[in-house]
């Protein structure tokens, strides 16, 4: 992990700490929140040189930023007590892709 990605951890928890969340949830969460900060990194390198990068590494970004963001915030959405993650746009979100 690198040196930033550890402060925001740090400031999560205690952000989270203030707000009547436990310690150890709050330090669930903060990894949940930032255990996928290289992807965030690569996506934001789409958004700032979407032109520039080819075909291939913005379709990789995507893939690896879905296959690995959304498990994370779902975790951390029900560690904070806002519930399951909800098939909002009814796209069968919860259902297998075979189905």
Do not use: C
Not at 13 to 32: C, G, K, M, P
Not at 41 to 68: G, T, W
Request: glycine content about 4%.
């Amino acid at each position: 992990m690198n040196e930033n990605t550890q402060r925001v951890r740090e400031r999560i928890i205690v952000a989270l700490t203030a707000a009547e969340i436990s310690a150890a949830t709050a330090s669930d969460i903060a990894f949940h929140m930032t255990d996928w900060d290289h992807n965030l990194a690569d996506l934001m390198k789409v958004y700032d040189m979407s032109q520039e990068l080819d075909n291939e590494r913005v379709s990789e970004v995507v893939i690896e930023f879905l296959a690995h963001v959304p498990n994370h915030v779902a975790a951390a959405r029900k560690l904070i007590g806002i519930g399951p993650i909800e098939d909002t746009f009814d796209v069968g979100v919860l259902k297998e892709d075979d189905e």
